[in-house]
């Protein structure tokens, strides 16, 4: 079985970008690939931080997941899905796990690129001839991981600027949708964004961002086609499409907003979902990091 990882940063709230370019495409692939998931902490104190609320935003992200319909119950042997609480930094978190795809939106494609090199180095320059006989396979240290970028939604835009990035760290909460928005919060959101003097509205004129951007995310939570939603929106005004489009935010978010609380409120589960996440990723980093030192040259620990 192929396997996939990815992770999101436990900063800020987790918002429609991170949902729609990755989070919710682990949840489409989880079925058919081994899968780990992690919360990214290492990665969260690169920028000055509080202890306390790194503790509170990593359990936060991991009730998301869960709320989102990361599934850590399969009884499959083959099928594992894991969250794990002390990450190192991009390359060594797919490295170490021996990844096959990694799932992420498109921002991350440059740093899926330096992973395949390092990989491709470190494989290269210890991997001896075996590996390279066999095409990359079998001798080879590390797998060498592709991006699965999803074909919309890898990158969603600001509400408030179709041209600029959905982000956790732009200071103003209008630009983005958080997954716990409340439903007031997103109607107003969706009242008060971005939009232009055009009636009739369409996909993918350069012209035109915000009202792609708005189809896009219409099109992801309704389940819609592009071409249905095309259709459907080709005659239609602003004031007619905000509702529809509010509606389908609100009915996509409110039963993981209702999991979400669940999870909260039950924190032995999220406890266990947690340690047994970081005892199965332990297990495989293990094994890397003993050919890694095998094959570098280190004498075992
Ligand atoms: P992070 O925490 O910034 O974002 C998490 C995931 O959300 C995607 N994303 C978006 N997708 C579409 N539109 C947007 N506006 C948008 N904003 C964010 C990101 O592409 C990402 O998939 N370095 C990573 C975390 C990481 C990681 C990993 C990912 C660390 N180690 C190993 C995969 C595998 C990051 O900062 O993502």
Known sequence: RKRIV???QP????HLGNYLGAIKNWIELQNSYDTLFFIVDLHAITLPYETQQLAKSTRDTAAIYL????DT??????????LLTYPVLMASDILLYQSDFVPVGED???HLELTRELAERVNYLYGGRKWKKLGGRGGAIFKVPEPLIPPAGARVMSLTDGLSKMSKSSPSDQSRINLLDSKDVIANKIKRCKTDSSTGL???NPDRPECNNLLSIYQLVSGKTKEEVAKECQDMSWGS?????TDALIDHLHPIQVRYEEIMSDSAYLDGVLAEGAARATEIADATLNNVYQAM???RR
């Open 11 to 14: 900063t800020g709230s987790i």
């Open 241 to 245: 499409f905000k509702p529809l489009i």
């Open 297 to 299: 040259g280190f004498l």
């Open 108 to 110: 991350q494609k440059q």
């Open 6 to 8: 990815s992770g999101v």
């Open 202 to 204: 369409e996909f993918d």
């Open 73 to 82: 119950s399969k009884g499959d042997e083959n099928v594992s899905v894991s």
């Open 67 to 70: 709320a989102c319909g990361v």
